[in-house]
């Protein structure tokens, strides 16, 4: 199924978790934060959320600030 | 000495870290200020090339405290979503909480941020709020439970210096008991100096280190800035008046006419 990663359209398979795409994009390990659809999902829980068709995640990642 | 949320630092430097010309130059500039709290970000990550890890390994040697902001939030709930993923990251309660209002000025959105801070505070965060100098805006983060403000100067990377004195003064005065950290628009050393004479209790610098021609040097120009303002500060300056008054004694002076 497609979702849509950081504004990019990836192919996951039917039902993974966020977790397993996660790994599968090669961030698995990687200290980032997530958000699904639009609302935050914190990193224990990305074992347990189950993606559909079309969801869009936001990966972040540390990155210079003022 | 000054508590950030309970935290005695002993410097009143804190450093922006971006922009920078080269990630080398940055673990320089930051060791050489001698600042204990530097302020990150969060932006998309790819795993092609994972550039965020290598940032953040780079902070994580530098030992220092992290102050993770909301740059570039336009609303209240974008703000809270960013606050809670800054927090899954970085571990810390710690949040510089921008609510921005406007492009040009990037003045923060002062009810957003208020809103925001509420939210926020009762999830247990300990918020740095980026607010201007308005009094009764002040009152209103203060009562929603900030313990430290963070007035501008003036526009984020202007370095313009502190545009209203006579509105910084009054946040001065009229909040006497509340860590005030002037976050934004320094531009030169001699910025950082005055408001530290003014008896502010940090500035936060990020362009006007990172974007010098020797960001190290300037770096070190302004911890000894900081240092300074604080001293005088201590000191108590001297009343300023609006006619001469000669420092020689005028009494003994011979009459040579």
Redesign the interface.
């Known amino acids: 199924m497609k979702i849509i990663v ?2 990019d359209v990836h192919d996951v398979p039917a039902a993974a978790s966020l977790a397993g795409a996660l790994e599968q ?3 698995g390990g ?6 699904l659809n ?3 999902v ?2 224990a829980a990305r074992g347990k959320v189950t993606l559909s068709e079309g969801d869009r995640i ?9 | 000495m000054r508590r950030f949320y309970g935290v005695e630092l002993s410097s009143r430097l804190m450093v922006g870290t971006a922009r920078f010309p080269s990630p080398a130059i940055l673990s320089q500039a930051v060791r050489v200020s001698g600042a204990e709290v530097a302020t990150v970000s969060l932006r998309r990550e790819s795993g092609a090339d994972r550039a965020g890890q290598a940032f953040w390994s780079i902070i994580r040697e530098l030992g220092v405290r992290v102050l993770p902001n909301t740059a570039g939030c336009r609303s209240v709930k974008e703000a809270v979503t960013t606050a809670h993923m800054a927090r899954d990251v970085f571990g810390t309660k710690w949040l510089k909480l921008e609510v921005i209002g406007e492009d040009d000025t990037l003045q923060p959105d002062v009810f957003g941020l208020v809103e925001a801070a509420r939210i926020l505070i009762a999830e247990g965060f300990e918020v740095f709020p980026y607010t201007t100098e308005d009094l009764v805006v002040a009152g209103k983060l203060m009562d929603a439970g900030c313990q430290v403000l963070m007035p501008w100067g003036s526009p984020i990377g202007s370095g313009r210096g502190l545009h209203n004195l006579f509105g910084l003064k009054a946040l001065r005065a009229h909040f006497p008991g509340i860590p005030l950290v002037i976050d934004a628009g320094i531009g030169v050393p001699s910025h950082a100096a005055q408001a530290m004479e003014l008896g502010f209790d940090a500035v936060l610098i990020n362009t006007a280190i990172a974007r010098a021609r020797d960001p190290v040097g300037m770096a070190e120009a302004f911890s000894a800035a900081v240092e300074a303002g604080m001293l005088a500060y201590n000191a108590g300056p001297m009343e300023t008046r609006e006619m001469a008054a000669p420092s020689t004694p005028v009494i003994g002076k011979a009459f040579l006419t």
Not at chain 1, 30 to 35: K, N
Not at chain 1, 58 to 66: F, I, K, N, R, T
């Open positions: 950081n504004g994009l090669g961030l990687a200290v980032v934060a997530t958000a639009g609302e935050f914190a990193s936001e990966v972040l990642a540390p990155m210079q600030g003022g």
